[in-house]
């Protein structure tokens, strides 16, 4: 304490008031005596006092003033120190204590300037890892939100607000049962607030659009004490519903792959059996088993396309092309098949056709596939036309048919792996059920857009329209 400059400072002050205090009231006191010893007739007892009493309280009011004087130069610091401290408080570090002064005071001041530069290091440390956090929230793709003990939501992020359709919430206020309403998912979260346990989940949502969600739960911690619930949800409805087609392709492969291979495996059998055969019936068992086979043939053909197709192998071998050429020697190939037919192939194909971007052999494809479809499904002497119009930086491409045409109900799924709308004429024509969908997947290679109009018993129209420059290679 002898060593505390500050100390002495206040110490010799207060000692050096009490010192004036005492002299002054001893003047005023050795005057009143000093009169009353010159002119002791005049003088009275009541007076003297009266006047010694004024001269006291002249010296305490001296004394008070020269005292105030000397605190307020003694606090004038701690004043200043003690506002500088409320502007940090409020985020204000723009301000610092410069107070010249050696003793404890200026030690002070420095230790409060050393504070204030690592409390706003610190701060703007927070801030920057607050900034992340939000960008990191706000970018997700999966739907993150957080609740306190009491259900209330604390923290949610954009892609919970839109996966569940909250257009707005009170943070600290709004229950999450109030803006999700789920059995589930509020039994869920009440169970690991009462166990304390990381679970997992499947919850499906009806609204907005029919989803399937998964969802991961923890407990939220701050040094071993509970604080809520962390939930993120990540949306496998696609998933699940590739999964599903996933099983229904290996499904419809297996049986498309059993019905051939049966009726090979039987007849074969027959002919090592049965030595006795006739040559007519042998020729014919033959003939079945090449018509097996190539059904076979072409089913793992199209396989293989589809597959070459999902794995995008052929975008590098887009070109700009000119498909005249390619358009006439379809046409004209086919023109055989319709009059083998008895069927007619109207042609509107212009002189010129602008280039597109493609590859010649999908190009190939798409029109075969159709034109094959067109031609099994039209009855002798029905009318098939293929049409090549350009319009608007784009090439359409329609094929019509006069044949049995396809019911409404059954338009939004033909494009489906396997899926038939007659399956037992469709595989009695040879048919693998993978044409038109390979007719989609070339399409939207091109990016471009597939629309069909058919009637029953009147006929069926493909339209395609394929633009004439690709601006990306992604399906």
Not at 333 to 353: A, F, M, S, V
Not at 403 to 427: C, K, L, M, N, T
């Amino acid at each position: 304490m002898f060593k505390n400059k500050l100390f002495w400072k206040i110490f010799i002050s207060y000692i050096g008031l009490l010192c004036l205090c005492l002299a002054l009231t001893g003047y005023f006191v050795s005057r009143v005596l000093r009169a009353y010893y010159l002119n002791p007739l005049t003088r009275t007892l009541e007076s003297d006092m009266k006047i010694i009493i004024g001269y006291m309280l002249l010296t305490f009011a001296i004394t008070l003033i020269i005292g105030f004087i000397l605190i307020r130069i003694n606090t004038s610091s701690f004043i200043n120190i003690t506002q500088i401290a409320k502007n940090f408080a409020r985020g204000n570090f723009a301000r610092k204590a410069e107070i010249a002064s050696s003793d404890e005071m200026g030690d002070l001041a420095h230790a409060i300037n050393v504070m204030g530069v690592e409390l706003q290091s610190r701060m703007q440390t927070i801030l920057d890892d607050k900034n992340k956090l939000d960008a990191i929230m706000a970018n997700m793709n999966d739907a993150v939100i957080a609740t306190d003990l009491q259900e209330r939501i604390i923290l949610i992020n954009n892609a919970a607000k839109t996966m569940f359709d909250i257009s707005a919430v009170v943070l600290n206020k709004n229950y999450l049962w109030e803006k999700i309403r789920n059995e589930k998912l509020r039994n869920l979260v009440r169970e690991t607030i009462k166990t304390q346990t990381v679970r997992t989940s499947e919850i499906e949502i009806p609204a907005p659009g029919k989803k399937l969600l998964h969802i991961h739960l923890a407990p939220l911690q701050v040094e071993k004490n509970s604080q809520g619930v962390l939930l993120v949800f990540h949306d496998i409805t696609e998933l699940r519903k590739l999964e599903n087609a996933r099983r229904e392709f290996v499904a419809n492969v297996s049986h498309e792959l059993r019905t051939p291979l049966a009726s090979i495996k039987g007849y074969v059998e027959t002919l090592l059996e049965n030595n006795s055969l006739r040559q007519e019936d042998t020729q014919e068992f033959l003939h079945i088993i090449l018509k097996h086979s190539q059904r076979l043939d072409n089913l793992i053909k199209d396989i293989l396309e589809l597959s070459r197709l999902d794995s995008h192998d052929l975008k590098t071998e887009l070109a700009m092309t000119d498909i005249l050429l390619c358009v006439e020697n379809i046409s004209a190939q086919y023109q055989e098949h319709c009059g083998r037919k008895n069927q007619t192939l109207d042609l509107d194909i212009p002189h010129q056709i602008p280039l597109i971007e493609t590859n010649e052999y999908l190009f190939r494809q798409l029109l075969t596939n159709l034109l094959d479809n067109a031609i099994k499904y039209t009855a002798s002497g029905g009318r098939i036309c293929l049409k090549v119009e350009p319009t608007n930086k784009s090439i359409r491409f329609e094929i019509s048919d006069t044949g049995i045409g396809i019911p409404q109900e059954h338009i939004p799924r033909i494009f489906e792996r396997f899926y038939r709308v007659d399956p037992a004429r469709s595989r009695e024509m040879g048919g693998t059920g993978l044409g038109l969908s390979i007719v989609k997947h070339i399409v939207l290679l091109h990016h471009g857009h597939i629309q069909v109009e058919s009637t029953v018993n009147v006929g069926t129209k493909f339209i395609i329209t394929i633009p004439q420059q690709q601006t990306k290679y992604t399906a």
